[in-house]
């Protein structure tokens, strides 16, 4: 697998919280045309598929507690978004904001400057989830103050 783009934006670390109000730039790498965005400006939303490059694998976790707090249960790293994952995978759903060239810009992307991006897809509606989304409570406590 090789990036296929790029993210800027203002972010220089990791942190939890407050992607709210981050707006992200993706531009394409050399190597990609810039025709590979034709129509992408017809969608509202995307989904980035992002690599965690500055994860160093020797922090990569299979198990624990959600930001190591003790009020949220032992669970294993496929029952968490932890960025310490085995393949260091990102994905996110974002909003687009406006295409320009070679570039994107987006709301709600958790990714800091400099992440090389794998993948963009549109969001159709249909691959929407067709069911209610259940979820354990200690999510809405650790999402917060995320956005």
Same mark, same amino acid.
């Given at each position: 697998?090789?990036?296929?783009?790029? &993210?800027?934006?203002?972010?220089? %670390? $990791?942190?939890?919280?407050?992607?709210? +109000?981050?707006?992200?730039?993706?531009?394409?790498?050399?190597?990609?045309?810039?025709?590979?965005?034709?129509?992408?400006? +017809?969608?509202?939303?995307? %989904? &980035?598929?992002?690599?965690?490059?500055?994860?160093? /694998? +020797?922090?990569?976790?299979?198990?624990?507690?959600?930001?190591?707090?003790?009020?949220?249960?032992?669970?294993?790293?496929?029952?968490?978004?932890?960025?310490?994952?085995?393949?260091?995978?990102?994905?996110?759903?974002? =909003?687009?904001?406006?295409?320009?060239?070679?570039?994107?810009?987006?709301?709600?992307?958790?990714?800091?400057?400099?992440?090389?991006?794998?993948?963009?897809? /549109?969001?159709?509606?249909?691959?929407?989830?067709?069911? =209610?989304?259940?979820?354990? $409570?200690?999510?809405?406590?650790?999402?917060?103050?995320?956005?």
């Amino acid at each position: 697998m090789h990036p296929i783009a790029r &993210i800027s934006n203002s972010r220089s %670390e $990791a942190i939890d919280d407050f992607w709210g +109000d981050m707006i992200s730039t993706i531009t394409l790498l050399p190597h990609m045309p810039e025709e590979a965005f034709n129509g992408i400006e +017809d969608f509202s939303h995307l %989904e &980035i598929i992002y690599y965690f490059d500055k994860v160093e /694998p +020797d922090t990569i976790i299979y198990s624990g507690r959600p930001r190591g707090n003790p009020a949220y249960p032992d669970v294993g790293i496929l029952g968490q978004r932890k960025k310490d994952r085995p393949n260091r995978i990102g994905l996110c759903t974002v =909003e687009l904001i406006a295409h320009k060239g070679r570039s994107i810009e987006v709301k709600y992307l958790d990714a800091i400057d400099g992440t090389p991006v794998l993948d963009i897809k /549109p969001v159709f509606r249909e691959y929407g989830i067709k069911s =209610e989304i259940r979820q354990p $409570a200690w999510v809405a406590d650790l999402m917060k103050d995320y956005w």
